[in-house]
């Protein structure tokens, strides 16, 4: 995460970072205590191609993130039964944040991204998420096989639909171009990390 060449701040903003590729919330707490042990006031949790995962998990991270009573992201099933999920507990992490988003941001990821846009707790930063927002269960067949079925579909706090739309950021910015065609770059050549620092440095 540390680069010699960049300056003190930036230093401590890049420590600061969370480049988080799943949702388990456990892993996602140990490794926020891990910063938290450095002293950190900021933090910046990277959720680009983050394709998500389980709903509950995602739902249990909002939680640490958001006050108590606070919805985190509303369901409703094909006959158009809404369920309201909302934090159980009071925040455990109250640093400003900044969320990094791509087309990749998927499923559970976009409910994170969801409910701390819709609740003014984070900037989100980067280009629109994937746009997935739907429940799904498997239905085993007698030939093994299995058949997805879509049970629920969910919605951001404000109602917003996810599915096949997306969430788009508070600052939009494209990866640089140059730095695609590379495929491989530093943190100080990620545009939209530097973004992410330059926006996080006035909260």
């Known amino acids: 995460m540390q680069n010699n060449n960049i300056n003190n701040e930036e230093t401590k903003v890049h420590k600061r970072r969370v480049r988080y590729k799943g949702t388990h919330p456990r892993k996602f707490e140990e490794k926020y205590k891990e910063l938290e042990k450095q002293g950190i006031d900021r933090l910046i949790i990277d959720l680009r191609n983050n394709g998500g995962g389980v709903v509950n998990e ?41 969320v990094l988003t791509n087309g990749y941001s998927a499923s559970a990821s976009e409910i994170l991204v969801g409910a701390l846009k819709d609740n003014e707790r984070a900037t989100i930063v980067g280009t629109k998420t994937y746009g997935k927002g739907v429940i799904q269960e498997v239905d085993r067949l007698n030939d093994g096989s299995g058949l997805k079925i879509t049970i629920e579909e969910y919605y951001t706090p404000n109602r917003d639909k996810i599915n096949k739309v997306g969430i788009k950021p508070d600052e939009e910015i494209e990866l640089s171009s140059e730095i695609i065609e590379k495929g491989t770059y530093t943190d100080e050549e990620d545009n939209q990390l530097q973004k992410a620092i330059e926006i996080i440095k006035r909260k």
């Open 58 to 98: 995602a739902v249990d991270i909002a939680d640490m993130l958001l006050e108590k009573d606070k919805t985190i992201l509303i369901t409703k099933d094909k006959k158009g039964n809404e369920e309201v999920k909302k934090c159980d507990n009071e925040a455990s992490i109250t640093m400003p944040v900044v």
